[in-house]
């Protein structure tokens, strides 16, 4: 079952913009994480936000998580034509296993 | 750089055909995972395992079957492919960790039957 649902779903910006993608989910949580994927390729894991934390920042990428709203959002600030990529968000759900949203499709355009 | 190998990174086959996807990793992982997904879309958790000997089905029924013998080793075996088992096949593995984890990813064998 699809835990997690972004929005949008693809997103087109200037290299040097901030790109900005949301996530939604359905039940409770103990943490939400996002990966990366490049086309054709695996996922990598970019950042993990606990139930407990609201705020997290990794470099260039903030998350926010509200478990209020059951939903967070990744921030990518100055963006570069390598972050061109999809980017999922991740919980896990009954015996400990991960499902992922549908994704965000990011290109950034050089 | 993750530590998990899948082989083949593509594969062309015809109907009817028996076929294994190997996937491998070297980081001593308990839990690995096979995932489908096709094009731009979410990822659906197709098997799992949490240790030798250990294999669960996930939340996508799928023809195929895992077998766990080795802890490094996590294949996935179609016995009869068809044109609806295209898709890409993703792998990945996990430390025992709770719910604490992050997944480790292989790059994927995108397959295509004919």
């Known amino acids: 079952s699809q835990q997690g649902e972004e929005d949008p779903q693809a997103l087109s910006i200037q290299e040097g913009e901030n790109a900005t993608m949301n996530c939604s989910y359905k039940?409770?949580?103990?943490?939400l994480q996002w990966y990366r994927q490049n086309s054709g390729r695996g996922l990598v894991h970019l950042i993990l936000?606990?139930?407990?934390?609201r705020e997290k920042h990794s470099g260039r990428l903030r998350v926010t998580l509200d478990t209020s709203k059951k939903s967070s959002s990744l921030l990518i600030t100055a963006s570069r034509a390598a972050d061109t990529a999809s980017y999922f968000c991740?919980?896990?759900?009954?015996?400990?296993?991960?499902?992922f949203g549908k994704g965000n499709q990011v290109v950034v355009i050089p | 750089e993750a530590d998990i190998y899948q082989t083949p990174r593509y594969l062309v086959i015809g109907t009817g055909k028996k076929i294994t996807l190997e996937c491998s990793q070297t980081?001593?992982?308990?839990?690995m995972y096979w995932y489908q997904q096709d094009p731009g879309m979410e990822l659906h958790l197709i098997h799992y395992?949490?240790?030798?000997?250990?294999?669960e089905k996930g939340d996508l029924s799928s023809e195929s079957t895992v077998s766990r013998i080795r802890t490094e080793h996590f294949p996935l075996t179609l016995e009869s492919a068809r044109p609806s088992h295209t898709s890409q096949y993703l792998c990945?593995?996990?430390?025992?960790?709770?719910?604490?984890?992050?997944?480790?990813f292989g790059s994927g064998t995108q397959l295509s039957v004919l």
């Open positions: 980081m001593g992982h308990d839990k």
């Open positions: 991740a919980t896990f759900y009954g015996n400990n296993r991960l499902a």
């Open positions: 039940t409770s949580i103990n943490n």
């Open positions: 395992s949490y240790g030798v000997n250990s294999t």
């Open positions: 936000i606990r139930s407990n934390e």
């Open positions: 990945a593995s996990s430390d025992r960790q709770g719910y604490g984890e992050k997944l480790f």
